[in-house]
């Protein structure tokens, strides 16, 4: 904790390094200084309000996290008063890639609050894609809640009366919505799929995820693939989002090493514009200096050509 935070903690009488002040940042959720306090030795499966670091990490979706209170030792077991898991609380968190490692570590039809398993969480709130995943992974779409709703009921609500559940299984468009969802881990397993490099081009210009940009170079995608005129590292460049630095970083650093080709990249900052230059044509957009740092590196990491 840096020395300012130190001394805003303790003029509110709370100061690192004690129980209570442990059990102040789980309750508010404070993942980070959770995370040192695992890490100082203080227990994982401290509970705040009924919940521990795993389930807070879970309901937030932070993979790292959760992976580093797992490794120190947290109970996977562990559940809410009310019942519900881990895996109903990733449901919340909308991570695709930790709901499908749950499903197989703990009861997947489980129940929880008011009955709901995680596919009925699920159903609820609408997430086809988490659906999906929870049905392949096994989950009973059969089980009812509280009130007697199963999923099934639930999403074939949703769905209208010309889908069954079992049409919804069949023509899920597995690839584009996990490419939407940002889960590379599905993306991958498709990847040895015969899918049109096109399609594959197409999505390039969805993600801003940059495992899932790396996952569709992977699986054929053509990293100077163009849309409405722009190359893709010019349109990820303009939508000016910081987190987008490390999707520019793969894409130039992809061109850069096409040593097989006579194409080239070259950058250029004219004040804070970028302009791209490639097989002799130019792409000219502002962007952050964080992402153009990204890029200025990842051309020149590989050497000049």
Same mark, same amino acid.
């Given at each position: 904790?840096?020395?300012?935070?130190?001394?805003?903690?303790?003029?509110?009488?709370?100061?690192?390094?004690?129980?209570?002040?442990?059990?102040?940042?789980? *309750?508010?959720?404070? =993942?980070?200084?959770?995370?040192?306090?695992?890490?100082?030795?203080?227990?994982?499966?401290?509970?705040?309000?009924?919940?521990?670091?795993?389930? &807070?990490?879970?309901?937030?979706?932070?993979?790292? #996290?959760?992976?580093?209170?797992?490794?120190?030792?947290?109970?996977?077991?562990?559940?809410?008063?009310?019942?519900?898991?881990?895996? +109903?609380?990733?449901?919340?968190?909308?991570?695709?890639?930790?709901?499908?490692?749950?499903?197989?570590?703990?009861?997947?039809?489980?129940?929880?609050? *008011?009955?709901?398993?995680?596919?009925?969480?699920?159903?609820?709130?609408?997430?086809?894609?988490?659906?999906?995943?929870? =049905?392949?992974?096994?989950?009973?779409?059969?089980?009812?809640? #509280?009130?007697?709703?199963?999923?099934?009921?639930? &999403?074939?609500?949703? &769905?209208?009366?010309?889908?069954?559940?079992?049409?919804?299984?069949?023509?899920?468009?597995?690839?584009?919505?996990?490419?939407?969802?940002?889960?590379?881990?599905?993306?991958?397993?498709?990847?040895?799929?015969?899918?049109?490099?096109?399609?594959?081009?197409?999505?390039?210009?969805?993600?801003?995820?940059?495992?899932?940009?790396?996952?569709?170079?992977?699986?054929?995608?053509?990293?100077?693939?163009?849309?409405?005129?722009?190359?893709?590292?010019?349109? +990820?460049?303009?939508?000016?989002?910081?987190?987008?630095?490390?999707?520019?970083?793969?894409?130039?650093?992809?061109?850069?090493?096409?040593?097989?080709?006579?194409?080239?990249?070259?950058?250029?900052?004219?004040?804070?514009?970028?302009?791209?230059?490639?097989?002799?044509?130019?792409?000219?957009?502002?962007?952050?200096?964080?992402?153009?740092?990204?890029?200025?590196?990842?051309?020149?990491?590989?050497?000049?050509?």
């Amino acid at each position: 904790m840096n020395d300012q935070l130190q001394r805003t903690a303790e003029d509110f009488g709370y100061v690192y390094g004690s129980e209570e002040d442990y059990l102040r940042v789980l *309750r508010n959720g404070d =993942l980070e200084t959770v995370r040192r306090y695992v890490a100082d030795g203080y227990d994982v499966n401290m509970r705040a309000e009924g919940g521990s670091p795993l389930l &807070l990490a879970a309901a937030v979706g932070d993979q790292a #996290a959760f992976d580093h209170f797992r490794a120190a030792g947290a109970d996977m077991q562990a559940t809410f008063p009310h019942g519900s898991n881990v895996l +109903h609380t990733s449901v919340m968190g909308k991570n695709a890639e930790l709901v499908r490692y749950l499903a197989g570590e703990v009861d997947i039809d489980a129940k929880g609050v *008011r009955g709901l398993t995680a596919l009925n969480m699920a159903a609820m709130t609408g997430d086809f894609y988490l659906a999906y995943v929870l =049905l392949q992974a096994g989950a009973d779409p059969e089980v009812a809640d #509280a009130e007697g709703s199963s999923a099934r009921q639930k &999403l074939e609500g949703l &769905l209208g009366e010309l889908m069954t559940l079992e049409d919804f299984m069949k023509e899920f468009s597995v690839l584009e919505e996990a490419v939407k969802y940002g889960d590379h881990e599905q993306v991958y397993r498709l990847r040895t799929e015969d899918i049109p490099v096109q399609t594959l081009n197409d999505l390039l210009f969805v993600s801003d995820k940059p495992a899932v940009v790396q996952a569709l170079l992977d699986a054929g995608a053509d990293v100077e693939a163009v849309s409405d005129t722009r190359t893709l590292l010019a349109y +990820h460049v303009s939508r000016e989002i910081t987190e987008l630095s490390a999707c520019c970083w793969i894409m130039a650093l992809t061109l850069k090493q096409r040593t097989a080709s006579a194409k080239w990249l070259r950058i250029t900052p004219p004040g804070r514009a970028l302009k791209i230059y490639s097989e002799g044509s130019v792409s000219v957009c502002s962007c952050s200096v964080v992402i153009f740092r990204m890029i200025f590196a990842a051309c020149h990491c590989a050497g000049s050509r």
